[in-house]
């Protein structure tokens, strides 16, 4: 009985109306999308973590930059009174390189638009692809992520129709081998109402 329960309550989440999606013009090509994850009914994305590989300097480096996001969703009325203790986690497909990161909290409220860090394609050298991300809350105050420092920022998301950011998907390029990995490459944002 507990795995019928588990399995209808993902597919109730995995099915969850959104209202609009939320995208960026500077992520990049390579790898597949992932599994779109979305917040429980009734919650929204209140906080992040990042997956991020750590830089490493030397003659074989082969960096990755930021290999997942993990979205955290509380119900309105937890958002709205700062409390963060009862939460659920999303996230798409994640890279099984690097660590988590600590979760960053909206002051008040949800998620409600991003922007990433992203190196250009560096052709014979070592591409990273994406390496941090922003958001910004309700309330205009914004979270910077703990990724790395390669690449520029690109320009911002829309900002949401509705509550805030509900789910996410993601671009992630599959382990290369002997070649250049670049785990996640592009993100894409839900909203909800």
Excluded at 77 to 95: H, K, M, N, P
Excluded at 124 to 133: C, K, L, M, Q, R
Aim: hydrophobic share 35%; proline share 2%; with cysteine.
């Amino acid at each position: 009985m507990h795995l019928f329960l588990s399995v209808l309550l993902v597919i109730i989440t995995v099915n969850r109306f959104y209202r609009s999606w939320l995208t960026v013009s500077n992520g990049m090509w390579w790898g597949s999308w992932g599994f779109k994850d979305m917040c429980p009914s009734g919650t929204y994305a209140a906080g992040f973590s990042l997956k991020v590989d750590k830089p490493f300097y030397g003659v074989q480096n082969d960096n990755k930059g930021l290999t997942g996001i993990r979205l955290h969703c509380v119900s309105r009325l937890r958002a709205s009174l700062g409390l963060y203790d009862d939460y659920a986690s999303v996230q798409s497909e994640v890279a099984g390189w690097g660590q988590w990161t600590e979760i960053k909290w909206c002051p008040c409220c949800f998620l409600t638009a991003f922007q990433l860090r992203v190196e250009s394609f560096q052709g014979s050298g070592d591409d990273t692809a994406v390496n941090n991300i922003r958001f910004e809350c309700s309330g205009r105050s914004l979270l910077h992520g703990d990724g790395t420092s390669w690449g520029e920022w690109g320009g911002w998301s829309q900002t949401c129709q509705g509550k805030g950011i509900c789910g996410i998907k993601t671009l992630i390029e599959e382990p290369q081998g002997n070649g250049d990995d670049t785990a996640l490459n592009d993100v894409r944002m839900y909203c909800c109402d």
